[in-house]
């Protein structure tokens, strides 16, 4: 395990073997059939597409015959990062032109005190990291396949996080966000 950042809620930690490459491969694999999206949004005046494809479930609301594995990823997340993780959020980057913009989570879409677990599968993406009060202080870290990369709540608070384009080939990175949401 590495500690990228520090802070009273464990911070960012990042263990890159989470899961050996069988497993990663199967989970990729199956998830290629979630309900992938592509979304618009508004920028200054126009509307644009979203430069990947999300997909999203609420993990107390699987159908028990669900074909995806999410169930067996919350298990293995939960051993690693305990908490009640409800939600899971996915991206799919399609190549080095997809990408997600320097953000943090919102805010009021977590409950306070609980991590964010975001499983990797697939090509390696670059993840930035980096203060919001001084961007020049800054952490980068490529995202394996099969890895696991924990973000205290508290981070979300003094820390942007983003996934850059890239020019280098680049095959397809899914990523599996787990989360503590609010009850509906
Ligand atoms: O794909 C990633 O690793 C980052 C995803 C992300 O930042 C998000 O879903 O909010």
């Known amino acids: 395990m590495t500690q990228?950042?520090?802070?009273?809620?464990?911070?960012?930690?990042?263990?890159?073997?989470?899961v050996d490459a069988a497993t990663a491969d199967a989970w990729f694999e199956a998830l290629q059939g979630a309900e992938w999206?592509?979304?618009r949004r508004m920028m200054y005046d126009r509307e644009v597409d979203v430069p990947r494809l999300v997909a999203s479930y609420w993990l107390d609301g699987l159908p028990p015959d669900c074909p995806l594995p999410l169930p067996g990823m919350l298990a293995r997340v939960q051993a690693q990062v305990p908490a009640p993780f409800n939600a899971a959020g996915m991206n799919l980057y399609r190549d080095g032109r997809d990408s997600v913009a320097m953000h943090h989570d919102t805010l009021h879409m977590l409950v306070p005190g609980q991590p964010i677990a975001l499983v990797?599968?697939?090509?390696a993406r670059r993840m930035r990291i980096r203060s919001q009060a001084c961007h020049r202080e800054?952490?980068?870290v490529a995202l394996a396949h099969g890895s696991l990369l924990a973000m205290s709540h508290a981070s979300q608070l003094t820390h942007e996080h983003g996934i850059p384009k890239t020019a280098r080939p680049m095959g397809p990175r899914m990523s599996v966000v787990f989360r503590v949401r609010p009850p509906r």
Do not use: C, H, I, N
């Open 4 to 18: 990228l950042l520090d802070d009273a809620e464990g911070g960012v930690r990042y263990w890159p073997s989470f």
């Open 37 to 39: 999206k592509s979304q």
């Open 120 to 123: 990797s599968l697939g090509d």
């Open 138 to 140: 800054a952490v980068d």
